[in-house]
């Protein structure tokens, strides 16, 4: 069934990754972004409309324009350390944009809600794999602002009839294999385009924060999971909700868990010759948990989901083409 959807934040790495999925499976799709963190050239030839969650007036307007089925939500801000020392920014955006948005489907009858939720709301973890009941208490402002959204989503579905899933990513991460979209942050907070960056020569002074974790190497361990697995179990929640009411919660990961330092010995491998990826040791960074890993079990038995790419070298490796690619620079002009 071909679906007419909105997506916020499509022009932002993981939106436009999503964006992709479902024009290629036939739904037809409107993005909404204020461009702050997205590129222009990541959304194609789908229909743009410039605009900012925290405007009423603009949220109104796209709704009254188009006859939406669902609207996927991946406009964030998502820096742990930026969280930390601008909290007011993250929840007026995470929280107060959401609830926009939320209020803005009410008033047009939209009822289907898929949500970009994040690892962050948990914590340090007690178990070796994180399941979606495992205890919340996150760390960050950031997570504190996923997680107030997730319960939001409880309470509108209880009151209103929205349907929603909420997804829990751990660290998504690759690029489109076509190589001609994938992610290009300004400032570029993550890891593995951070050090394909340093490869490159693009960047300089690559620093890890902390190697002093209770961990096999000392520095942080994370399960990354490839973003064309990220959008399928997206695609997924669509049908999910159609016989599905209330609110939803699916962790997303490949269920494996690299430190930092296994991250770069990867990547230099990928690139050829083993090469030694140049870095420093710094301080720990504010809000980071030693280890996120997920058990995604539920996903898989929910949602018939499961990761093509789970292998780290495969994920990299589809990076490491993207940041070749003659159009990066990013989105070279």
């Keep these: 069934m071909t679906a007419r959807i909105l997506v916020c934040g499509g022009a932002g790495y993981i939106g436009s990754h999503m964006v992709r999925q479902l024009v290629e499976t036939g739904h037809e799709v409107v993005v909404f972004d204020n461009l702050s963190q997205g590129n222009v050239e990541a959304v194609g030839d789908v229909p743009l409309v410039r605009g900012d969650l925290l405007d009423r007036d603009a949220l109104a307007a796209v709704f009254a324009e188009h006859d939406f089925d669902a609207v996927y939500h991946f406009a964030a801000l998502i820096a742990v350390g930026e969280s930390v020392a601008a909290p007011d920014i993250y929840y007026r955006n995470n929280v107060t944009g959401t609830l926009n948005l939320l209020d803005a489907m009410r008033v047009a009858g939209v009822n289907k809600f898929v949500f970009s939720s994040t690892a962050a709301i948990f914590g340090n973890p007690q178990t070796p794999l994180i399941s979606e009941d495992h205890p919340k208490a996150p760390l960050n402002p950031y997570g504190r602002s996923k997680l107030m959204i997730e319960q939001v989503l409880e309470d509108y579905g209880h009151a209103f009839g929205i349907r929603s899933v909420c997804f829990r990513y ?4 690759g690029a489109h294999p076509s190589g001609e979209i994938g992610e290009a942050h300004d400032p570029e907070t993550h890891l593995v385009p951070n050090v394909l960056l340093a490869a490159l020569g693009e960047r300089e002074g690559l620093e890890i924060f902390g190697d002093d974790y209770d961990t096999s190497d000392g520095t942080c361990v994370r399960d990354y999971i490839h973003i064309d697995d990220i959008a399928s179990a997206h695609l997924a929640a669509l049908g999910y909700m159609e016989t599905n009411p209330g609110a939803h919660v699916f962790n997303l990961g490949n269920g494996n868990g690299f430190s930092n330092r296994e991250v770069m010995e990867a990547a230099g491998r990928v690139i050829g010759k083993n090469r030694e990826i140049p870095y420093t040791i710094g301080p720990r960074r504010p809000g980071d948990a030693a280890t996120l890993v997920a058990d995604s079990t539920r996903a898989r038995a929910e949602l018939g989901w499961a990761p093509k790419t789970p292998e780290i070298e495969r994920i990299i490796d589809t990076a490491w083409a993207w940041h070749r690619a003659p159009k990066y620079g990013p989105f070279a002009k």
């Excluded at 751990?170 to 991460?173: C, M, W």
């Design 170 to 173: 751990f660290n998504a991460a």
